[in-house]
């Protein structure tokens, strides 16, 4: 049966002391996973800007004057080859985000041939797309999505200081219509919205004590982007961001926590403290969305400094050419470019 957390118990483990944590989070990944092996996707916007939401947080909002071009929903060809280019190069599972509220009944069909072809090519799928109805998740789960991410964003207290568009049930219920059509939860949050370390706690307390808790759980360090109202937050500690990843790992044991957005603004110091703190996976690619990521390169060099490896490919159907793409480009990573990574 699964532990049901309260928040007194997740902000006592916030509390520990630094090293004692980490060696709790590590001891909990080593019970249910390897290590040494990193899952990694790439995330693709396929409908980019003019959403109608008002997250504070993000540059594809409507309301928010961000420099970014508003795009139509991609032509489902240009979709895939996006997605062969991904496999190509490591890539695992692949990631297609729409800047909307919810997606439109005539934009199923493409949705769905976009999952097809994804799945055709031996990789595992993931959408985010907003709110969903029941048929809609019905209609991706029989099309053959693995995965739908619906983030939770905060906690309930700080919620409505961040978003008042989209209620929180709302994103709840969402995450049940997607658990009820047989699909996978990718579902987290991002820190440094200016929340305190208690609402960090109520977030990670919210994810696992949903009836079953994510199989992915990306941890976001906010970007911040000029024109959005959080562009002049203070920056995120970095000991306090991987304190997060390490009470998302203590909490939700057998998730797969995802080192997500904010990476490029991260040190490989900080990285490498995320992985020793549980996170195991990763977004690989030079962009999150509309926000920069690091190079792909770069992170092949730090999988090597770390001695890290791909994680196999889960998906029924297919192979493990991404995870040989990407082995072999790990041991053929020039070795200047390895050490100017430290610089």
Request: aromatic share 6%.
């Given at each position: ?120 090519m031996g990789m595992e799928t993931c959408m985010t797309l907003g709110s969903l109805s029941q048929q809609q998740a019905q209609r991706l789960a029989h099309a053959g999505l693995d995965f739908y991410n619906h983030n939770l964003d905060t906690s309930p207290e700080f919620y409505g200081s961040i978003i008042t568009t989209r209620s929180y049930q709302e994103r709840l219920d969402t995450l049940g219509k997607v658990r009820e ?163």
């Amino acid at each position: 049966m699964a532990t049901r957390w309260t928040l007194s118990q997740a902000q006592a483990l916030f509390e520990q002391p630094f090293l004692e944590l980490m060696f709790e989070a590590q001891q909990t990944h080593r019970q249910h996973f390897d290590p040494r092996q990193v899952q990694v996707s790439t995330l693709l916007s396929i409908k980019t800007g003019a959403c109608p939401e008002d997250c504070k947080y993000c540059p594809q909002s409507a309301r928010y004057k961000t420099g970014l071009e508003a795009e139509r929903l991609m032509e489902v060809e240009e979709v895939l080859s996006s997605a062969r280019k991904a496999k190509a190069a490591g890539s695992g599972r692949f990631c297609m985000g729409a800047a909307w509220k919810n997606p439109h009944e005539r934009d199923m069909p493409h949705l769905e041939k976009m999952v097809k072809g994804v799945k055709a090519m031996g990789m595992e799928t993931c959408m985010t797309l907003g709110s969903l109805s029941q048929q809609q998740a019905q209609r991706l789960a029989h099309a053959g999505l693995d995965f739908y991410n619906h983030n939770l964003d905060t906690s309930p207290e700080f919620y409505g200081s961040i978003i008042t568009t989209r209620s929180y049930q709302e994103r709840l219920d969402t995450l049940g219509k997607v658990r009820e059509a047989g699909i996978k939860v990718c579902s987290g949050g991002i820190v440094g919205l200016g929340e305190t370390v208690q609402d960090r706690a109520g977030l990670l307390v919210q994810l696992a004590n949903l009836p079953e808790p994510p199989e992915s759980v990306p941890i976001n360090m906010l970007v911040k982007v000029k024109g959005t109202p959080l562009a002049d937050n203070d920056d995120v500690d970095p000991f306090d961001f991987v304190r997060t990843i390490a009470v998302a790992r203590i909490m939700m044991p057998r998730s797969h926590v995802r080192l997500s957005a904010g990476r490029e603004q991260m040190s490989e110091q900080t990285q490498a403290m995320c992985f020793m703190a549980g996170a195991n996976a990763i977004f690989y690619g030079c962009k999150l969305l509309t926000t920069p990521n690091p190079a792909e390169d770069k992170d092949l060099l730090l999988f090597r400094k770390l001695g890290l490896n791909p994680q196999h490919s889960t998906t029924q159907s297919g192979d493990n050419a991404q995870q040989q793409a990407l082995t072999a480009r790990l041991l053929n990573a020039d070795s200047e470019l390895f050490y100017n990574a430290a610089r």
